[in-house]
Nanobody, 118 residues
């Protein structure tokens, strides 16, 4: 299973960016799929994740500014980030909890840098 992430970059405060992630490989189903972020020296933290029950969890700091969209048929998620703040600067990682044909696995995409200038 591979997670291919794209998007990110440099934007001024108040601007918008979009992160996309696509899962591929031996996938039977995906339980949860979303985005985490990690700053140097810090633990990786949830940004937003979508579950198969239709619920989406957001970090308190991004509620109302970020929107996660999931296409379960295509195994993709898109994180629309609006009203970005300098404190959103981080490396963002796509995550998926995948049921393969031989069991469950937790997968991470390559990190993508998001930098918000003040």
């Amino acid at each position: 299973v591979q997670l291919q992430a794209s998007g990110g970059g440099l934007v001024q405060a108040g601007g918008s960016l979009r992160l996309s992630c696509a899962a591929s490989g031996s996938i039977r189903s995906i339980n949860s799929m979303g985005w985490y972020r990690q700053a140097p020296g810090n633990e990786r933290e949830l940004v937003a994740a979508s579950s198969t029950d239709g619920t989406t969890d957001y970090a308190t700091s991004v509620k109302g500014r970020f929107t996660l969209s999931r296409d379960s048929e295509k195994n993709t998620v898109v994180l629309q980030m609006d009203s970005l703040k300098p404190e959103d600067t981080n490396v963002y990682y796509c995550n998926a909890h995948v049921l393969r044909w031989d069991g469950w696995g937790q997968y991470w995409g390559q990190g993508t840098q998001v930098t918000v200038s003040s």
